[in-house]
């Protein structure tokens, strides 16, 4: 494996960089990781601009670009979409639901970013399209970041060469990232939904910034984004009352990433992307969470101006 490009603002960045790429090979995690301070520029990370397929990450640019339209009033918030059982696979919320059930499209926004509702998204995403959800990327000068299929296609790629033998398709996923042949399809850099860590964080800025959408659209993915449920990656050494992280998870298979901003009651705003995929066959893997947390933590610390 060669050795990370590296990108930091000064020496002492570039050595928190280093320390976070030598603790993630010792977890057994190859990945991607950027943080920088919204307010000063400065940033340190490596292996800023790999594509990597993005998992539930891709729910964020799906809820800003529903959130746009929702204030350009081109999408009713309270317009109700009927989804059936089946129609995506998750552990949570209406993809694990046995009944068809009707919410609301500002609900379903809530369940996609909340609880990472896979039904909800790909309901989200139907009614965006994916045509137009290119067309709001490039209007976002946002080129690192590309969506090519719903979120159920994850699942079905990986049924269609493994069954139902999920261990199967987690030790083929991890082969193939080491000969970058791809059994499963959307694992595979050149058709999956992708994005770059540098890229990524560029969203997550100009949304921290109120640089694109509007005002109310970027406020809402804000508040949403600091609803999700889960701690155990970004936030999970960042827990604190003067501390608030908002961050959206990408989980399947090897693949283990976060995405958020960390916000300081001192006015610290850092955004943060980690990417990561594990090198070693384990469907639970807590200390990759684990070290994600550790990552942003040293991230922060070293990038906070007060």
């Not at 639901?97 to 919410?103: G, K, L, Q």
């Not at 003067?242 to 006015?267: M, P, W």
Request: proline share 4%.
């Amino acid at each position: 494996m060669s050795a990370p490009a590296y990108v930091a603002s000064d020496a002492a960045l570039l050595a928190v960089a280093e320390a976070i790429a030598g603790d993630w090979e010792r977890v057994g995690a190859r990945g991607h990781f950027l943080a920088r301070n919204l307010e000063t520029g400065e940033q340190l990370g490596f292996d800023v601009e790999t594509p990597v397929p993005l998992a539930s990450v891709a729910k964020f640019p799906v809820a800003l670009a529903v959130l746009e339209r929702v204030a350009a009033g081109a999408i009713d918030p309270a317009r109700q979409l009927t989804i059936a059982p089946g129609t995506s696979i998750g552990p949570t919320g209406i993809a694990a639901f046995r009944y068809p059930v009707t919410v609301a499209v500002g609900d379903l926004v809530f369940l996609m970013l909340s609880i990472s509702d896979n039904a909800a998204g790909d309901a989200l995403l139907d009614l965006v399209g994916l045509d137009e959800l290119g067309r709001s990327l490039a209007a976002w000068d946002c080129p690192g970041v590309r969506l090519r299929h719903r979120l159920q296609r994850l699942y079905e790629c990986a049924v269609g060469v493994a069954g139902e033998d999920f261990g199967l398709a987690l030790e083929l996923a991890i082969r193939d990232d080491q000969s970058g042949n791809h059994t499963i399809e959307t694992l595979d850099p050149a058709h999956a939904n992708v994005g770059t860590a540098a890229a990524l964080v560029d969203l997550l800025g100009k949304v921290w910034l109120d640089e694109i959408a509007s005002p109310p659209a970027t406020a809402e993915l804000r508040r949403l984004m600091s609803l999700q449920v889960f701690t155990q990656r970004l936030s999970s050494d960042l827990r604190t009352d003067t501390v608030r992280v908002s961050g959206k998870t990408g989980t399947f298979l090897h693949l283990r990433h976060e995405i958020g901003v960390v916000e300081a009651d001192s006015g610290d705003r850092v955004a943060i992307a980690a990417l990561t995929r594990s090198t070693r066959r384990a469907s639970l893997a807590a200390d990759i969470d684990l070290a994600i947390g550790t990552a942003a933590r040293s991230a922060f610390e070293a990038l906070r101006t007060v």
